[in-house]
């Protein structure tokens, strides 16, 4: 019988992924604004061809956007990086790279009096909406560097390694804060505990999949309930074009899906709500510039280099003080959003940057750990590492575990961030501002998810032991660290055992011992806690009938025992 080798399936799985990737960026987002574009030709629209998602009939796209061309690559004389031969970057249309368009004189190709000029480096954008394979980017050298999300990254970089090349990320360039959400029409759908037994349609193997995923794990859902989640994967050809369509004609519960047709979904379906989004996990969800490990490891680039980070990170500044120029230099660079601009209007590109954070280099330093705390790159990186192998999303599930930290090159950011002072003050000030008004309006809400945790107690004791709190270390506190502008019910619970009025007040007291453990050992502030002792009264578990959750007596009260951490969306 005919086998694949290894270098093989990593070939085809990267070429699905890159099937995925496109049509997910690209195609889904020409849908949603050729079906609002009185401009475009019923003889111009083309059918999916695709019914097999729960009946959503296909939907017609545009052709494909032309984007305004450059001289590629130079004339290719010149060192890398130069006039002659610019440093080619291979995007996708996405406002989150606005920065770096802004800081090429808002054009795909440096232009005099630029940032990038001004800082000694030429750059050519390439447009790569079908998002090629970072093995084929490199290998035919179209380009030294590309985009990829920190969860793409740690999918594609074990691939890339079978396929005999490497790469690593230099620069954090956009956090999604708001951008990314689990959404649904239904008025009851309010949690992700809401979806048990319900039908969510999404892209497989795409951010919204790891977000999800990680939702629905982190969830106080029983293990049976959290199988009867059905994903519904909407064909890669469909796009988040069809993701959205699937919602709109009911054929599912809940949908996952990003900006900019996230926002369209929320403007234009009717009763469309979010049920759990980045704006209150920031920390999950980074792109980051990944560039090619044989320039990177080359000494003759580094300046080079240092200049393309320096440059983006001043870019960043200059469009978060001037938007309207990053509109423009959207709208001059990709015809995407030139026609969001005709059928959406200026101001709904503007409002896309609220859903996402541009990371300057105090971010930078923030979100790789440079100015103390946890390195949540390094965190999602590792976590989605998992997430995926047990998704079997990798060419070869044995590919061994690549550590995170060799999946990002730390020079540049740190050399900017030791000679600036005020960037690592900012880095090491806390992300959000928690205060007790603050609290009391967020818990008059309902939790958007809640994670249990098996915080074990001696009998009858609210002292925490040392295995309590390192469970508290490796379960609880990242958990807090992902979510991080939400506040938190920190719950005590029982099971049914014993007497309910000692069991609340143990329950309280144990969950106060959790909570000072949090404000002492990792200084989160007081006020982003509220504390409550449930006892018995709170149960996930029917202690009466364990079998209809698939679980033993003794696994049903040990769960209904948990410690349970509540997130409060602000």
């Known amino acids: 019988m005919f086998k694949l080798t290894p270098l093989s399936k990593a070939l085809i799985v990267i070429f ?55 001289v590629f690559g130079g004339d290719g004389s010149g060192p890398l990086g130069s006039d002659g031969n610019p440093l080619k970057v291979s995007l996708v249309s996405f406002h989150g790279y606005a920065p770096a368009l802004v800081a090429n004189g808002n054009a795909l190709t440096t232009q005099p009096g630029s940032i990038f000029d001004r800082d000694g480096v030429h750059v050519q954008f390439i447009i790569q909406d079908d998002i090629p394979p970072l093995g084929t980017i490199f290998e035919a050298n179209t380009a030294q560097c590309a985009w990829r999300t920190s969860d793409f990254w740690a999918q594609e970089q074990p691939n890339l390694r079978n396929a005999h090349h490497d790469g690593r990320a230099i620069v954090v360039v956009d956090n999604t804060q708001g951008g990314d959400a689990i959404v649904a029409k ?29 939702a629905i794990d982190n969830s106080s859902m029983t293990a049976k309930a959290k199988k009867s989640v059905k994903f519904v994967y909407v064909n ?40 759990y989004s980045t704006r209150v996990a920031t920390n999950l969800i980074y792109d980051v510039m990944v560039c090619d490990s044989r320039y990177l490891e080359d000494p003759a680039y580094t300046s080079m280099f240092q200049a393309f980070v320096t440059g983006w990170l001043e870019g960043v500044d200059q469009a978060k003080h001037h938007p309207d120029q990053a509109v423009d230099a959207l709208i001059d660079t990709e015809e995407l959003f030139g026609l ?25 330093a923030r979100i790789l750990g440079l100015a103390g705390g946890i390195n949540h790159y390094e965190y999602v990186y590792h976590k989605f590492d998992g997430i995926y192998r047990k998704e079997g999303a990798l060419a070869n599930p044995s590919s061994p575990v690549i550590p995170a930290q060799d999946s990002f090159d730390y020079r540049f950011v740190k050399k900017l961030l030791a000679k600036n002072q005020q960037a690592q003050a900012e880095a090491s000030a806390q992300q959000a501002t928690f205060t007790p008004t603050g609290l009391v309006a967020a818990a008059a809400k309902a939790p958007e998810v809640t994670k249990p945790i ?34 938190f019910t920190i719950s005590g ?17 144990r969950a106060q011992a959790v909570v000072d453990y949090l404000v002492h050992q990792w200084e989160y502030p007081t006020s982003r806690f509220r504390v409550v002792g449930n006892g018995p009264d709170r149960p996930i578990c029917n202690e009466a009938d364990p079998a209809a959750d698939g679980s033993t007596l003794e696994e049903c009260r040990a769960l209904n025992r948990t410690t349970r951490a509540a997130v409060l969306a602000r």
């Open 236 to 275: 890669a050809d469909e796009g988040t074009g069809g993701v959205r369509a699937t919602l709109e004609s009911g054929s599912v519960d809940a949908i996952v899906l990003w900006d900019p047709d996230l926002s369209l979904a929320l403007k234009n379906v009717p009763g469309a709500h979010v049920i």
């Open 186 to 214: 239904d008025p009851n759908i309010r949690s992700v505990e809401d979806l048990a037994g319900k039908t969510v349609a999404l892209l497989q193997y795409t951010p919204s999949d790891g977000l999800t995923i990680d």
């Open 454 to 487: 098996l915080v074990n107690f001696a009998t009858g004791s609210a002292e925490l032991t040392r295995r309590a709190q390192k469970t508290i270390d490796d379960e609880l506190a990242p958990f807090i660290e992902s979510n991080g502008s939400a506040y």
């Open 16 to 70: 699905i992924l890159g099937l995925a990737g496109y049509a997910a960026w690209h195609l889904g987002l020409r849908d949603l604004i050729a079906r609002g574009s009185a401009a475009v030709s019923d003889t111009t629209a083309q059918s999916a061809g695709n019914t097999s998602v729960n009946g959503a009939s296909g939907k017609s796209k545009l052709p494909g956007a032309v984007t305004k061309p450059g």
């Open 493 to 509: 619970n029982t099971d049914s055992t014993g007497g309910r009025d000692v069991n609340v007040r143990l329950s309280r007291a």
């Open 340 to 364: 969001l601009a005709k059928n959406q209007g200026r101001d709904f590109i503007k409002g896309l940057f609220g859903n996402l954070l541009w990371t300057g280099l105090a971010d930078n």
